[in-house]
């Protein structure tokens, strides 16, 4: 008659001792929905989330662009995937001597990854080397392209004189700029622009 292995046979040879830790640590897995606070929603657990991030864009060795947000929201099961950054934006734009060509700051943003675009929202600012201000409401920065884009109001100010109008279409480090539908331009003396 043919005799069953008992505990203490398992336990006497190392892959029973493996499966016995395995069995207690499934045992000590609880997933008690209960116990998530009341006001989290099951599609929150889809999110990865954290803060203080800092994405670096490199290129053949070289850094474009450095992107860093407070707080970061990705969802990989949304169609398209996207990426949340709610608490401010900033992406420093570089030439290849690693000098900050352009800053694009905002209040918050959404990344697509398949398409490579950043979508900026809320108080939306590009300044570049110059000291050249673009300021929009929304704007796109496809970091594949190196454009941003926009079909919101725009308004920059280059030197002395004010340029306003809908949509803009520039390159990321704001050296080039065209806006769609040129509303008007107003000149100004230095001394009538606000220091900041």
Known sequence: MKRFPTLIDIM???QGI????CFMCLMACNNDLSKLPPDASLKDL???RATDVT????????VKAKLHTQQFIQNESAK???IDMLNGLKVEFFDDSMRVES????R???YYPQEQNVIARDS????NNKGEKLQTEELIWNSKLERIYTEKFVRITKGDQINYGDGLEATQDFKWSRIKKLRGSIPVSNSDLPLE
């Open 80 to 82: 398209p995937p996207y």
């Open 46 to 48: 889809d999110n990865d």
């Open 103 to 106: 800053t694009l700051t905002a």
């Open 55 to 62: 994405f670096i864009k490199s290129e053949n060795g070289k």
């Open 18 to 21: 493996f499966l016995v830790v």
């Open 124 to 127: 939306v600012v590009v300044v």
């Open 108 to 110: 918050s943003a959404r």
């Open 12 to 14: 006497s040879r190392p």
